[in-house]
């Protein structure tokens, strides 16, 4: 099996019109003719990464989040992304990036976290229409049963293995619909509300926009790299669908580059 049908079968699940136009999503390193040896998978790709694939044998890295954003205007030790560069071509790793194409796609990153939180008839919030794809940049869902705030905080909390999650005033009624965007997704709080959402649930917010919204929505921000860590375990599944026998692993070494003393 060639790199190229692994990259293929993860845009058929998430075409590259669904990303955003600032975004890098694709292949960002490699030749796509080589075969594949196995796909390492994480949300972000890093020296640490590319290591663990060559220790493994796997010559494809998969992330959500693009290592190149920007062009490069030289390729030395000088940074992460440069270091990275360099042992990816080195060892002749193909790293592919599936990020806001992701993130739009139906099933993609925002049905995963509606998953695990086990909410019921999950769709599209903030629809938007590519071509004749139908997308969306967040969802919406309900939870099996309405539940007061605090519990509702406790169970995000306890979901996604965080001890703080940032809210503003627990409401004071039972929360039933929830929104979601997962990473920076704050863009997305007013349309939560035009939806009738009782919570909307981020990975980032700034810090005005807590302020306003006390009993109309329950604000639950969790960290961006903690709202979208299963996004891994989608890839896992669609390669596991269409390139049958390729072996996949979630990276070890990926860890979220933020530390809470």
């Given at each position: 099996?060639?790199?190229k049908?692994?990259?293929?079968?993860?845009?058929?699940?998430?075409?590259?019109?669904?990303?955003?136009?600032?975004?890098?999503?694709?292949?960002?390193?490699?030749?796509?003719e080589?075969?594949?040896?196995?796909?390492l998978?994480?949300?972000?790709?890093?020296e640490?990464?590319?290591d663990?694939?060559?220790?493994k044998g796997?010559?494809?890295?998969?992330?959500?989040?693009?290592l190149?954003?920007?062009?490069?205007?030289?390729?030395?030790?000088?940074?992460d992304?440069?270091?990275t560069?360099?042992?990816?071509?080195?060892n002749?790793?193909a790293?592919?990036?599936?990020?806001?194409?992701?993130?739009?796609?139906?099933?993609?990153v925002?049905?995963?976290?509606a998953?695990?939180l086990?909410?019921e008839?999950?769709?599209?919030?903030?629809?938007?229409?590519?071509?004749?794809?139908?997308?969306?940049s967040?969802?919406?869902?309900?939870?099996?049963?309405?539940?007061?705030?605090?519990?509702?905080?406790?169970?995000?909390?306890?979901?996604?293995?965080i001890?703080?999650?940032l809210?503003n005033?627990?409401?004071q009624?039972?929360i039933?619909?929830?929104?979601?965007?997962?990473?920076?997704?704050?863009?997305?709080?007013?349309?939560?509300?035009?939806?009738?959402a009782?919570?909307?649930?981020t990975g980032?917010?700034?810090y005005h926009?807590y302020a306003g919204?006390?009993?109309?929505?329950?604000?639950?921000?969790?960290g961006?790299?903690?709202s979208?860590?299963?996004?891994?375990e989608?890839?896992?599944?669609?390669?596991?669908?269409?390139?049958?026998?390729?072996k996949?692993?979630?990276a070890?070494?990926?860890?979220?580059?933020?530390?809470?003393?």
């Amino acid at each position: 099996m060639k790199i190229k049908e692994v990259i293929d079968a993860l845009e058929r699940f998430a075409p590259l019109p669904l990303q955003e136009d600032w975004d890098n999503a694709g292949l960002q390193i490699g030749l796509t003719e080589t075969e594949a040896s196995g796909a390492l998978l994480c949300l972000d790709v890093n020296e640490h990464v590319v290591d663990e694939a060559v220790r493994k044998g796997f010559n494809v890295v998969v992330a959500h989040h693009p290592l190149l954003f920007r062009g490069l205007k030289q390729i030395s030790d000088a940074d992460d992304v440069q270091r990275t560069v360099t042992k990816a071509v080195k060892n002749d790793i193909a790293i592919v990036a599936m990020h806001t194409n992701m993130d739009n796609a139906r099933g993609g990153v925002n049905f995963k976290i509606a998953e695990k939180l086990q909410l019921e008839n999950v769709d599209f919030f903030a629809r938007k229409k590519v071509g004749d794809i139908e997308a969306g940049s967040g969802v919406t869902g309900f939870l099996p049963s309405p539940m007061p705030a605090n519990a509702f905080i406790n169970m995000v909390k306890d979901t996604f293995g965080i001890h703080t999650a940032l809210c503003n005033q627990p409401l004071q009624r039972d929360i039933s619909k929830v929104a979601i965007c997962g990473g920076a997704g704050d863009f997305l709080l007013q349309q939560a509300i035009a939806e009738g959402a009782d919570a909307f649930i981020t990975g980032e917010m700034h810090y005005h926009l807590y302020a306003g919204h006390e009993q109309q929505l329950q604000i639950c921000v969790i960290g961006h790299y903690q709202s979208e860590q299963f996004t891994a375990e989608l890839f896992r599944d669609i390669i596991a669908k269409d390139c049958p026998g390729l072996k996949t692993e979630l990276a070890e070494t990926a860890r979220n580059p933020i530390y809470y003393l």
